[in-house]
């Protein structure tokens, strides 16, 4: 079961990395931001690696905080990598 996440609206330019975004029924905790240096635009990737965007830097988007999630998926990945490596 998740927690509840209060919800925050925030320009895109504002966002960073580790927050959740919700936005158009799509909800993931952001990994890294990736701004494109001719037109400014902005793109998110996902703790997953999946692309989002592409941003308007003034467009508002919903923003929560669940780093509680962003601990379990970090130790899951740790764990993952150290199961990995001793059957190697």
């Given at each position: 079961m998740r927690g509840r996440v209060k919800i925050i609206e925030h320009k895109a330019r504002d966002v960073k990395s580790g927050e959740t975004i919700l936005?158009?029924?799509?909800?993931?905790?952001?990994?890294?931001v990736l701004v494109n240096a001719e037109h400014g635009l902005i793109a998110f990737v996902d703790m997953e690696g999946v692309w989002h965007g592409?941003?308007?830097?003034?467009?508002?988007?919903?923003?929560g905080n669940e780093s509680n999630q962003i601990r379990n998926h970090s130790e899951k990945n740790t764990q993952e990598k150290r199961l990995s490596a001793s059957t190697s």
């Open positions: 936005d158009r029924s799509t909800r993931f905790i952001i990994k890294e592409v941003y308007h830097p003034d467009e508002y988007l919903g923003v």
